[in-house]
């Protein structure tokens, strides 16, 4: 099993559910920054706990 990604995020720009904020991956393989909003990030990181959490 890999380890699992890790994620920088930046507090987000607003307030509220759609207040999307800067987020950063640095391991295991750095990407570019991209904007999300709690509820997409949240998306991701189902897949990622299904992925890596037993």
């Keep these: ?3 699992p990604p890790i994620f920088f995020t930046l507090p987000p ?3 509220g559910r759609n207040a999307a904020a800067n987020i950063l991956k640095v391991h ?3 990407e570019p920054v991209c904007k ?3 509820d997409e990030f949240n998306q991701r990181l189902e897949r990622i ?6």
């Design 1 to 3: 099993m890999s380890s």
């Design 13 to 15: 720009e607003g307030t």
């Design 28 to 30: 295991p393989k750095r």
């Design 36 to 38: 999300l909003t709690p």
């Design 49 to 54: 706990v299904a992925e890596h959490c037993i």
